[in-house]
């Protein structure tokens, strides 16, 4: 496995590979790598000939008072775990090679990246799309890998790509989950035990709301209202929001018909926790 | 030469040039080609292995009161004069073929685009970058050509390319002029006989600059007006801006030292014109 710190490095490398005929895959990451991650790894190694990582915790993403600094940084302990799977090359450019100064071009996104965790998160999609963006013209891979555990972001960037015909798949992998249920995040290291316990609440929010449309129920101002209960039951959680949108524009739905997200995000103390389902009356 | 009027199409094509080790230069155009288009053909024909001019009226470029549905549209004569150069490939497609809707997706560049034609051209820059994107990621050349004469497009898109990590290097080639010295525009051919005439005096008042500063000159006030003094005797012309700014992120400087740009916005009549000058102190 090598490990390229520049751009122009990781353009050799792959580059290299391109001559042999390789094709690429691509896991753009921030790092603190857990299963969820490794998941998106493994379906890069199945699928592709040549498998990139790129470790990068982007600032752009971060809002003015967001976890930017306190975001962990295992990175040795990332480059083991990279190293077992297989995985040809890890980008993992300094802090500041990715944005030269001043940098000034912006990629935005209308709609998609209004609701969800776009309301309380003003300019994180735009930070997301532009670093993609970046990557995807720094390795030019033939296949992206993103968690469906970030459906907004996934949705967002598969219409980013699509848009703007980047010439590159754009493949989601299903979220993975701790025993309890509570989907992996780089994030829930945070939790201290007794909140980390209560984290089960998110899923617990979207199970209901799929058992309530299973027995019938449309309307999703109940569902929400009942999801609602549901994590007020936890001391510790407050919600940011219950959202069912649509599966395309990811727009609020008063019934739910055809193909729905239901995504949910939640503050445990002072860590923010998002998590979803899809739910699809047309199968 | 082949015509593709497909996005498919033109990878095909581009796919099969690059099977062969081919470079390829792109020549984005929206048509009605001219001299200064041709150079940019000429100069890619001459270092590139395959050339590809695309032809399209990109609507998102245009304001509201712009001149879209007027615009030019000569494809037949256009496509002769490709294939007398010697261009390899046309992409030409259809209006609704570039966008699909809904078409969410949108590249915004600051402060280059403020001052200049942003200023009366509002939306226009964020039309060129995205469609430019889009051109990048469907032809993906080695090198593509743009005209100085729109100087700050060009500032932009270098910035944009640079910004974004796209993988293409961008030529600039110098503004092609009639035999009086007015730039080559598409938009030419919109002057009645008289108007054409009054079109030297964004030239005329560009070269009063320039003679300004060489007699020792560097109050950019005084040469804008002296300039605007110039305009003013046509009696057509009808100054949209006069402006003379800082060479990387064009903005207005007070006094030209180093590299600046000189550049104009005339309307005579109905038409709007532009044109520019670079004047390097430190050469």
């Known amino acids: 496995m090598d490990i390229a710190n520049t751009i122009e490095q990781t353009r050799k490398f792959i580059s290299m590979a391109r001559q042999q005929g390789k094709s690429i895959g691509l896991v753009p990451t921030m790092g603190a790598l857990h299963e969820g991650h490794l998941s998106l790894v493994q379906h890069s190694l199945s699928e592709c000939d040549f498998t990139v990582v790129s470790i990068y915790v982007n600032p752009t993403q971060f809002g003015p008072h967001e976890d930017l600094e306190k975001y962990p940084r295992p990175f040795d302990k990332d480059c083991k775990a990279c190293r077992e799977q297989g995985v040809d090359l890890i980008f993992a450019p300094g802090p500041d090679d990715m944005y030269v100064d001043p940098h000034l071009t912006w990629i935005d996104i209308e709609k998609l990246g209004d609701g969800l965790c776009g ?31 970030d459906a ?20 989601s992998c299903p979220t993975i989950r701790e025993s309890d249920g509570v989907a992996m995040s780089s994030r829930n290291q945070y939790l201290a035990s007794e909140q980390r316990k209560q984290a089960v609440c998110l899923l617990e929010s979207l199970k ?15 569902i929400q209202r009942e999801m609602s209960e549901k994590i007020e039951q936890f001391s510790d959680a407050k919600i940011d929001y219950i959202s069912i949108v ?14 729905v997200l239901i995504a949910v995000a939640v503050w445990i103390g002072s860590t923010r926790l998002i998590d979803n389902i899809m739910v699809d009356l047309a199968v």
């Open 119 to 149: 309301q309380s998160r003003v300019g994180h999609f735009r930070g997301v799309c532009t670093v993609v963006a970046k990557l995807f013209n720094i390795v030019l891979p033939d296949v992206a890998y993103f968690g469906q555990k």
């Open 246 to 259: 649509d599966n395309e524009l990811l727009q609020p739905v008063d019934t739910v018909s055809g193909s």
């Open 152 to 171: 907004q972001q996934l949705a967002i960037l598969r219409k980013m790509s699509s848009d703007l015909n980047f010439p590159i798949e754009i493949r």
């Open 208 to 222: 209901l709301a799929v058992e309530l449309i299973k027995s019938g129920q449309r309307n999703t101002l109940a």
